[in-house]
Each structure stands twice: as C-alpha cells, then as structure tokens.
C-alpha cells in the first residue's frame, strides 16, 4: 500500500491563526488569532483564500464556532483573566467575498 501524502492546496497570511470555523454555506471561515481580532476569510476557491475584513473585538478572543448564521466568540476578560469573560454574537451574512458579520451582542461579564 501507497503511503498517503499531503500537501497544503493553498495559504494566506493572518499574521496568526489560533482558530478558524468553517461555513460551507457562507464559503468563508472565521478565524481568530489570538488577539483582539476577528478574522473573516473567502473560501469560495481554497486554491486562492482571501482576507475580506477584519473586525476589532472588544477583548482578544479565545475561541471561535460558527453554527447556521451564527458565529459565536468566546472573549477572556481584559482586566483580570482569571475571571469569567464573555460571549459576543454575531450574525453571518452573505457568500464567498460578500459575507459579511454584523454584531448582535455579548453577554458574560459585567461591562466596566
């Protein structure tokens, strides 16, 4: 039996991906890298990904889902990281280099 080999189809520079949630309906992933950004990429050719905005968050996010039109963020709390942070909601709109993320609120801490 052959051994299996891979190789990256493509690439695109974030300056950081920690973790990106997919859309097949949308075409686009949802990345966050680990900052306080949101990242929103063009998937509808895997062959050529393109970064179509980047939206600042109010903390730097810790995970990221994408369930249907909703994509959710987990933020840590910027004053203190050991407490509890916060959700943001945000809905998905719109397909391949026309979605778009429209905030719909967050919920968690206490906002100071």
Sequence with gaps: ????????????????????????VHAVAVVSGG???LRLVNLSSF?????ISSL???ANAQSVAVAGD????ALV??????????????????????ATLTSLGEIGRAHV
């Excluded at 974030?14 to 990106?20: N, R, T, Y």
């Excluded at 909703?70 to 963020?73: D, G, H, K, S």
């Excluded at 709390?77 to 280099?97: E, I, Q, W």
Aim: no cysteine; hydrophobic share 40%; glycine share 8%.
């Design 1 to 24: 039996m052959a051994a299996l080999t891979t190789s990256p189809l493509s690439s695109i520079n974030l300056g950081g991906a920690e973790i990106a949630a997919y859309s097949s």
């Design 35 to 37: 900052d306080n950004k």
């Design 47 to 51: 062959a050529d990904p393109r970064l």
């Design 56 to 58: 600042e968050l109010p």
């Design 70 to 73: 909703l994509v959710a963020v």
């Design 77 to 98: 709390n910027p004053t203190d990281k050991a407490n509890s942070g916060s959700v943001l909601f945000l809905r998905l709109s719109g397909t391949g280099d026309k």
